[in-house]
Every structure is written in C-alpha cells, then in structure tokens.
C-alpha cells in the first residue's frame, strides 16, 4: 500500500510544501547564480527514470558554461575550476538538488530512491544486467540507500547493488531511514568528493572508449 500508494501521495504533499516554502530562497539563489556567472539558472541533463524512460533533471546551475568541454568530464573534485563561487556552496549544501521537487511533481522522480543514472554512464540502459534493472522498477530519488552508505566513494556497480537492495526491502520505515541519515549527511558534506574514477572494468560494461568519447557534465553526481 505504501510503495504503490502514499509514497507517491506523501511525494507530492511535500514537494508543493517545500515549493511553496522555499520560493523566496529558490529566487535568491537564481540571483546569485546570475550575478556570479554567465548562463542559465538552471542545468538540465538527461538521466534514466522508472521503467527506462528518459527525463531532464533539473539542478541549480552549479558548474561554468561549457564545462563539459573542459576539464576532467565525468568527475568533478574538491578543486574543480569549473565550479563556480556559489556553484560550491549550494554542492556542500546540496541547494543544487532542491529544484528537483519540479520532477518530483511531474512524476519523474520520488524524494527516495536510486538515483537516476546519466543515459551513458556509467553505461546505456540496454546493458544493465536482468537483476540490475530492478532498480528501475520504482522512481528515482534525490537521495537513496546508496547515498548514506558511501555516495561517490562507492564503485557504480555497488552502488546498484544497494539500489537493488532497496527495491527489494522498500517500505515507510526504511525511507524515513534514510531521510534522516541524508540530514546527517548534508550537514557533514560526507563522501560528497569524487576520489577516483567510480566505474570498474568488468563484464556488465560497454567498451571504455565509447564512454570517454562523450564527455560528461558532472553536475555534482554521479551520485
């Protein structure tokens, strides 16, 4: 009842609470990113959802135009030039996030779940292995299991390891969990620093070449 019922409700009465609540904040923050930076407020990037469709995740910009030309592509570290002066303080307070209670409304995502993986990275969706797509079985959430049990430090195919897990174990109890962990951990910025490259070589990948010739935009994920 509650996974195909009130998570979604409970979804959808809390991102128009915080809507509504944090417009003042959103609106300062869309400011500051204008003054400080050339470009659009909001980046939008194509990710994975619930069933393999594919949807545009909206962040507060963080990173400088273009910055997927540039620089290391799909890891973003500490001493990124590419991030910007309010671009590192909405990444440690993870603000860049909150605009996501728009996909939360329209359906794309939930506030718990795996997060939704780029559609390439760390490999296309037709490649995932049969017990890797049950991971897919649920909406994608802006924080989840994976999330407080390692975050970036957490090799991709773990972390689907975990996102399946919690598919398999999905209930109010462990999403309230996980809630206030993710409380903990904003407020600590833990594991929110790539330190290597987060996908190992293995059976389950496509050919590494084909991944490094798309350049990512690491908008403060793979997480």
């Known amino acids: 009842m509650y996974k195909h ?3 979604r409700f ?3 009465v809390f991102s128009l609470m915080i809507l509504l609540l944090s417009s003042p904040v959103l609106l300062i923050i869309a400011i500051l990113i204008k003054i400080d930076s050339k470009g659009p407020v909001i980046f939008k990037q194509q990710r994975i959802g619930k069933k393999g ?3 545009n ?3 507060f910009r963080s990173m400088v135009v273009g910055a997927e030309k540039t620089g290391s592509g799909v890891y973003s570290n500490k001493n990124d030039s590419r991030v910007t ?3 590192k303080f909405l990444r440690a307070t993870s603000l860049d996030e909150i ?3 728009v996909n939360i409304l329209k359906g794309d ?3 718990i779940g795996p997060r939704p993986p780029l559609t390439y990275h760390p490999w296309p969706y037709d490649e995932y292995a049969e017990e890797q797509l049950k991971m897919f079985s649920v909406r994608p959430g802006i924080t989840g299991w994976a999330q407080i049990n390692g975050r970036k430090a957490v090799e991709w195919n773990k972390r689907i390891e975990m996102n399946v897990w919690y598919v398999e174990h999905l209930s109010f109890l462990l999403d309230l969990k996980i809630f206030f962990k993710t409380i903990g951990k904003i407020f600590s910025n833990a594991d929110n620093e790539n330190h290597f490259e987060t996908v190992e070589t293995n059976n389950t990948l ?3 070449a084909e991944i490094e010739k798309t350049p990512v935009l690491q908008e403060n994920d793979s997480k």
């Open 109 to 111: 995502m939930s506030f």
């Open 85 to 87: 002066k309010i671009g």
């Open 53 to 55: 469709k594919v949807f």
């Open 99 to 101: 605009v996501q209670v």
């Open 206 to 208: 496509p050919n590494e």
């Open 5 to 7: 019922f009130f998570k």
């Open 57 to 59: 995740i909206y962040k």
């Open 10 to 12: 409970f979804d959808i």
